[in-house]
């Protein structure tokens, strides 16, 4: 057989791919549902739902939800809060940040089902009535946002930075905040918001 990949068509391709695979463990089963389906149809689906309940932003509420489903797909399909946002879906980017018993979390990275019977907060739950939080009202006083995409997320992650006392000094700060990127480059106004919030409450 010769050098590099001429040997494949020699030996037929296909017979190479799982040959070459095999050694390396790399062949994954395929479902009979998967493989009998004709193309262009979906494969049956084995998965199975649960009901997840959660006091999200004070107030009990539940759904049925496929075990699969991310807490941050719960609670923009199924509870209609849209303000936690989707960015990256990988955990990377903290566009997606909400408060699971007091602590930050990145939706995106958890299943809904993991967090039965807890407490969520979103950034829709941090005003009261028509009074924003402090830092939700810091972040436009110091011109903490330009697009607005990631300002959810930082907002709830800022509040969680502050409760937790990661404020002594700006770089700590940045520190604490480095989760959360924003893409328009607003840090340093950012920064400013959760220091002044953090001095005022």
């Known amino acids: 057989m010769s050098g590099g990949f001429g040997g494949a068509s020699?030996?037929?391709r296909r017979r190479f791919l799982v040959v070459s695979t095999t050694a390396v463990g790399l062949t994954l089963p395929v479902?009979?549902?998967a493989s009998a389906a004709s193309p262009g149809t979906a494969p049956a689906s084995g998965a199975t739902t649960s009901t997840v309940g959660l006091t999200v932003n004070g107030e009990r509420r539940s759904a049925v939800v496929d075990n699969r489903t991310s807490l941050l797909d719960l609670l923009r399909e199924h509870l209609g809060?849209?303000?936690t946002k989707k960015g990256?879906?990988?955990?990377a980017c903290g566009a997606c940040t909400v408060l699971v018993d007091d602590r930050r979390v990145n939706s995106c990275l958890t299943l809904a089902v993991?967090?039965?019977g807890a407490r969520v907060t979103t950034i829709e739950g941090l005003s009261r009535g028509d009074r924003l939080h402090p830092l939700q009202q810091a972040f436009i006083d110091h011109d903490g946002l330009q697009c607005g995409y990631c300002t959810?997320?930082?907002i709830v992650s800022g509040v969680a930075c502050i409760a937790e006392g990661h404020t002594r000094s700006r770089e700590e700060i940045r520190e604490w905040m480095s989760g959360n990127l924003c893409r328009c480059g607003a840090y340093t106004n950012i920064v400013t918001a959760i220091e002044q919030t953090a001095k005022d409450v």
Do not use: F, N, Y
Not at 88 to 91: A, E, F, K, L
């Open 81 to 83: 809060l849209p303000g």
């Open 152 to 154: 959810p997320g930082q």
């Open 31 to 33: 479902p009979r549902s």
């Open 88 to 91: 990256c879906d990988q955990g």
């Open 10 to 12: 020699a030996m037929g």
């Open 114 to 116: 993991m967090h039965d």
